[in-house]
C-alpha cells in the first residue's frame, strides 16, 4: 500500500464557515483522512493536512481546492503570508510505500486537470518543478498575487497548465511534490517587526544561515507581537531545536524573550528525537501533530 500525504494551503484564516465547509467537503472522499486543519487569522491561510492512497488523496485534493475557489475571493484578501491565489499552494508528499515520483505523478495529474476545469494557471514547483527556476516557492510568489495580471506579459512566466490569464478571484495554484517538511513559528515578546525581520533574515538559508531553513518576519496585529516564521525543509539536517537555540539567542541580543512555539500541521517523529514540546515551548503540541500517529 502507498501513502500520499496532501498539504493545500488555502488564503482564507478568519471566516470559520467558510474553513469549516471546505474540510466538510473532503470527509465527502473514500479513502481519505483529515488529519489537521490549522487556520491563523493574522496569515489570513488554513493548512489542511489529509492521507490516503493516491488516488484517494487525487480526489480529495480535487474535491477540497474546488470548494475552495468557490467560497474564496482574492480581491477581499488581506494577511501577512506571502500568496498567489485563493489556493495557494497544494503539495503531495511520499509517505510509507510512496516514491517522490508517485508524488511528481499526482502534482502533475492534479495541477493540469484544476488548470483546465476552473480555468485558471498553474505552476508547478519542487520536485515537480517542469522549470529549475520554478523550484522555489519564494520566486514563484515574487510580487505575489498583486502582481499576476502583469506576469502574463512576460514569456517567462507563462504557466505550466490552465491559461496565462489573470483571473481576479482565484488568481494562480503552486502544485508541487516535496519530502515531509517542517512548518515552525516562533512568536517573540515584542511588537518590534525589525526585529523578527533581522532574525528571519540571518537564520535562513538564501541570506547564509541555517541550511534547509526558509524564514519571514511578520506582525501578529491580534496579538500585538512579532513572528519567526519558517519552513524546515530537512530537518535531519536541520532540526527543530538547533534553530529554537539559534533564535533564542538571537532574540536575547535584542532584549527579547520567546513567548512560545507553533507547529503547523504535522511534524515527523525522528525530528523530536531527543528534545521535549516543553523545552521547544510547543503551544499546540499532541501525539497527533506527530505524522507516524496516524500511520501506525
Known amino acids: 500500500m502507498k501513502i500520499i500525504e496532501c498539504v493545500p494551503n488555502i488564503s482564507e484564516g478568519c471566516d470559520r464557515k467558510k474553513i ?24 489570513n491561510r488554513t493548512v489542511l493536512t489529509f492521507i490516503g492512497e493516491p488516488g484517494d488523496v487525487l480526489k480529495g485534493a480535487a474535491v477540497t481546492c474546488e470548494k475552495a475557489l468557490d467560497l474564496i475571493d482574492m480581491r477581499k484578501h488581506k494577511g501577512v503570508h506571502p500568496r498567489i491565489g485563493a489556493v495557494d499552494v497544494v503539495p503531495f508528499v511520499p509517505l510509507k510505500g510512496a516514491t517522490m515520483k508517485d508524488a511528481v505523478d499526482l502534482a502533475h495529474r492534479f495541477g493540469r486537470a484544476l488548470g483546465g476545469k476552473r480555468n485558471i494557471p498553474i505552476y508547478f514547483y519542487g520536485e515537480a518543478a517542469l522549470d529549475p527556476k520554478r523550484r522555489e516557492l519564494a520566486d514563484l510568489r515574487k510580487g505575489e498575487y498583486e502582481a499576476l495580471q502583469t506576469r502574463f506579459d512576460d514569456p ?35 511588537d518590534n517587526l525589525r526585529v523578527a525581520k533581522d532574525i528571519a533574515c540571518s537564520i535562513r538559508q538564501s541570506s547564509g544561515g541555517l541550511p534547509y531553513v526558509k524564514a519571514i518576519g511578520v506582525s501578529l496585529a491580534s ?37 512560545e512555539s507553533e507547529l503547523i500541521g504535522l511534524i515527523p517523529e525522528e525530528a523530536l528525537e531527543g528534545i521535549s514540546a516543553e523545552y521547544l515551548q510547543l503551544s499546540n503540541f499532541c501525539a497527533e501533530c506527530i505524522i507516524e500517529t496516524h500511520l501506525r
Open 20 to 43: 469549516d465547509s471546505i474540510a466538510a467537503a473532503l470527509s465527502t472522499v473514500n479513502g481519505v483522512r483529515l488529519l489537521n486543519v490549522c487556520a491563523d487569522a493574522d496569515h
Open 223 to 259: 496579538r500585538n507581537i512579532v513572528q519567526v516564521s519558517m519552513n524546515l525543509t530537512n530537518y535531519k539536517v536541520t532540526p527543530p531545536r538547533k534553530v529554537f537555540d539559534v533564535v533564542k539567542e538571537k532574540a536575547a541580543i535584542c532584549g527579547v524573550s520567546i513567548i
Open 156 to 190: 517567462l512566466w507563462m504557466p505550466d497548465a490552465g491559461p496565462a490569464r489573470f483571473d481576479p478571484q482565484s488568481g494562480a495554484v503552486a502544485c508541487g511534490a516535496r519530502e515531509p517538511l517542517i512548518a515552525y513559528n516562533i512568536n517573540l515578546a515584542t
